[in-house]
């Protein structure tokens, strides 16, 4: 079959077509960088500015006891879902960068008399440099592995090992069982980076006994530019999870205004400051677009899409180096190799063709199952064809 034919078949046959209106989007741009940056649900800018006049201007300050104050609570109940965790687990507020900051500590002091973290090495940049300034400030040693080398690098010194579910560069999806389980039999908690998979991957974080996990929510689950990211904490975890960022919103009781901190028993322990109600009511209507929706139908065809990327590009650009497994051990993004990469990734964006590019030399394509197109996969390699 012809690629445009197929294209069309494809998306024809797509039960999640209709899912597209629901989005904002551009029809002359053809959208691959929702990995970064998710587009936005088309309801949630009249959802805010309603919010701006109802519950800002209209009830000012009152509407902290009228639902802002536990929104972060709220609003990590329906993250929760996609993760795979019973209520009470998740919270939402602060970025990744910070939350990473506040699990990693947390863990250490989970699992004292043990000195060192160990680090998924080929980590996005930010959970490295978090770690090496926890391990700066507890006195614990940093070890960077590959995911593959973790059954022989733990031992009885690690305290915790932090890992990406799914690589930033390359795609590859790490095997979240069997990782956990590895590191629970030699003593250590886990802390997962769920940046790159919520929203795109069905996850069972209580299921698999997973500790603690991180993740951010501007780019599968649309939430908006510096949406506020999640924590998950076990409920076995919550009473000894001693977080550093001991800010008066983890209080048990903050209103009394205390001098003494005192943590709330519940995953609000997680949270610090005055949450970003905005930036929050943004991302808890982008949301409402996960109603009725089956993570498994959003994993199929993010691997379909990926699949057939693949075989456009096999029959567009032969010989091209593909950096993302072919196997369904991938996320929803396909990574090429590029000497000009940056170049060829301007040329692309020139034409309406939005990926991103990631140093050295990789062109970087997200897919995201609830708007991308499988005739902009085919339009994406054709255009990439051209101006290669
Ligand atoms: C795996 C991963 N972790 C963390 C971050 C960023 O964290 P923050 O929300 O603090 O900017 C990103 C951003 O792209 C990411 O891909």
């Not at 687990?89 to 947390?106: E, M, R, W």
Request: charged share 25%.
């Amino acid at each position: 079959m012809m690629l445009e034919t197929e294209a069309e078949a494809l998306d024809e046959a797509d039960p999640l077509a209709a899912k597209r209106d629901e989005f904002d989007l551009d029809p002359e741009i053809a959208y691959f960088d929702g990995n970064s940056l998710g587009a936005p649900p088309r309801h949630v800018a009249e959802r805010l500015a309603g919010a701006v006049r109802e519950q800002w201007a209209g009830r000012l300050i009152r509407s902290w006891s009228e639902g802002w104050w536990e929104l972060p609570e709220r609003v990590g109940g329906r993250i929760a879902p996609l993760v795979g965790a019973a209520p009470g687990q998740v919270v939402v507020g602060d970025s990744t960068s910070v939350n990473l900051f506040k699990a990693l500590v947390a863990a250490v002091r989970l699992n004292p008399g043990r000195d060192e973290i160990l680090l998924d090495g080929d980590t996005f940049p930010t959970d490295g440099y978090i770690a090496g300034e926890v391990a700066r400030l507890t006195g614990h040693t940093l070890r960077r592995v590959r995911t593959g080398d973790l059954p022989s690098a733990l031992s009885e010194r690690t305290a915790v090992v932090l890992l990406n579910h799914v690589d930033y560069v390359t795609g590859r999806l790490h095997d979240m069982a069997a990782l956990t389980a590895v590191a629970h039999e030699a003593g250590a908690l886990v802390l997962w980076d769920l940046c790159h998979s919520v929203g795109a991957i069905p996850i069972e974080l209580d299921v698999l006994d997973v500790d603690l996990a991180v993740g951010c929510t501007y780019k599968f689950l649309n939430g908006g530019p510096g949406s506020p990211a999640f924590v998950y904490v076990a409920t076995r975890l919550l009473g000894g999870f001693e977080q550093p960022l001991a800010g008066w919103a983890g209080h048990a009781d903050p209103f009394a205004m205390g001098a003494d901190y005192r943590a709330d028993p519940g995953i609000s322990r997680a949270r610090a400051g005055t949450p970003d109600i905005l930036s929050m009511l943004a991302l808890d209507a982008a949301l409402d677009v996960w109603d009725g929706v089956s993570r498994v139908a959003v994993r199929e065809k993010g691997l379909a899409l990926g699949e057939f990327f693949l075989r456009c590009v096999d029959e567009l650009l032969p010989g091209t180096r593909v950096l993302t497994p072919r196997d369904p051990a991938r996320g929803h993004q396909i990574s090429l190799a590029d000497d000009a990469a940056r170049q060829t990734m301007d040329a692309l964006i020139a034409r309406g063709v939005i990926g991103d590019f990631r140093p050295p030399n990789v062109l970087r394509f997200g897919l995201a199952p609830l708007y991308t197109r499988y005739e902009e996969v085919l339009r994406a390699v054709t255009t990439l064809a051209k101006v290669r």
